[in-house]
């Protein structure tokens, strides 16, 4: 796999079928219906508990909003990744060009996709830190990997939106 | 006596639809003065997921802090488990804590003392 910003866009090139699966999974991934922990760490409480008029407004009026900001980052991303559904061969390598204006849409997915997948698999901080873990043996290492893959990502598109901000012609 | 102010919170669309022309119904909500007056401030937390050069940037976003400022305040939540980013009134302080969660960090209003 190679990354690069070419003009306005962040380019992923030589993407392997199995890297463009884990990509076309992000937002599945970001969605936390069914899995508690992952629900309440997407939405968690706006004060430690004691301000309870603070929280029932909260649950009213900023979380359906909350999820609508979620949704439409997911819904670009989505969007973008139709890109990988061409008919070329099954086993072919990809590109996925990604506009600089959906970035902040990609980062939000991004760390969605993380944090659902973090919650619903329990990872401890050390299993978080470990980035060279392998062989992927189980449905866990396959997670961990996923939520370092998609963390590398999210490091590009940073490092891309500081160079964009410094000299946004290049 | 308890002083009272009335503030407008929230404005509720109501059968906003797109062929609607419905005026608002804008909700009062009446908080004491006292409430507003205290200073609050806003607390993130530690949160091993997020990557410390995102958490850096919503800092700088948010806040509209320097770099180096945002960095000094993402080691210390990542040091010391939480960092107090912002304090202020009430009305802002809960605005904050908003943006905060929209960038899905583990943000949190708390009174002050």
């Known amino acids: 796999m190679e990354i690069c910003r070419r003009n306005d866009e962040i380019e992923i090139s030589e ?22 922990t992952a629900e309440q760490r997407l939405f968690s409480p706006p004060t430690n508990g004691k301000e309870t008029e603070i929280c029932a407004e909260w649950k009213l009026y900023v979380e359906p909003e909350l999820r609508r900001l979620f949704r439409t980052a997911t819904e670009t991303v989505a969007a973008d990744l139709e890109q990988l559904n061409g008919n070329e061969k099954l086993f072919a390598n990809r590109i996925l060009r990604i506009p600089s204006k959906h970035a902040d849409a990609w980062l939000s997915a991004l760390n969605q996709a993380r944090l659902v997948i973090a919650a619903k698999y329990n990872f401890t901080d050390g299993e978080l830190g470990e980035h060279f873990r392998s062989p992927i043996g ?24 500081d160079d964009w901000a410094k000299s946004p012609r290049d | ?60 976003r948010v806040f509209g802090y320097p770099r180096e400022k945002a960095e000094r305040h993402m080691l210390e939540v990542h040091h010391n488990g939480r960092s107090i980013l912002w304090s202020g009134m009430r009305e802002r302080a ?16 708390e009174k002050v003392g």
Do not use: C
């Open chain 1, 138 to 161: 189980s449905r866990r290492d396959l997670s961990l990997f996923q939520v370092n893959f998609y963390g590398f990502l999210q490091e590009f598109i940073l490092r891309e939106l």
């Open chain 2, 94 to 109: 809960e605005l904050y804590v908003q943006q905060l969660h929209g960038y899905l960090l583990l943000a949190t209003l």
């Open chain 1, 15 to 36: 993407l392997d079928p199995f890297l463009a699966e884990l990509l076309r999974q992000v937002p599945a991934s970001a969605n936390p219906d069914g899995v508690p």
């Open chain 2, 1 to 60: 006596m308890e002083k009272s102010l009335a503030i407008t919170t929230f404005a509720v669309f109501k059968n906003a639809g797109p062929s609607t022309v419905d005026k608002p119904t804008i909700e009062k909500k009446t908080r004491s003065e006292e409430d507003l007056d205290l200073p609050w401030q806003v607390v993130v937390h530690n949160d091993p997921v997020n990557l410390m050069s995102y958490v850096t940037m919503v800092f700088q």
